[in-house]
């Protein structure tokens, strides 16, 4: 099976000036993990109402996976789903589009385009 080459990571607005500042270090969770945790499509939507509820000034960013390099593993984590983690730091040139996290209509997260 191959993996999609775009993944996402939701951040708080203070962990958003710090990727466009060029480089974050991760959220206390991925401090504590030693990894960046990201969300496929398919997995961001349970990513935010799971960790992110009741949140706000939150933003998306789509990441290149495949500018990760090595660093980029798919590891089981909830419910044995596989999930993209990064072991080693974010760098805003690999990221394809952010913004503000907003839903469609169905609830769904709507992804950052690239502008």
Request: hydrophobic share 40%; net charge negative.
């Amino acid at each position: 099976m191959s993996h999609p080459t775009t993944a996402y990571k939701v951040l708080t607005g203070d962990q958003m000036q710090a990727l466009e500042a060029d480089i974050f270090e991760g959220a206390p969770v991925d401090v504590a993990d030693g990894y960046i945790h990201l969300s496929t499509v398919d997995q961001l939507t349970e990513t935010v109402d799971r960790h992110f509820a009741g949140q706000s000034n939150l933003w998306v960013a789509a990441v290149d996976l495949e500018a990760q390099g090595k660093a980029l593993k798919w590891e089981e984590s909830r419910g044995g789903a596989l999930f993209p983690h990064l072991h080693g730091k974010l760098l805003l040139e690999t990221v394809i589009a952010y913004g503000p996290l907003e839903r469609e209509d169905d609830g769904t997260v709507k992804l950052p385009v690239a502008g």
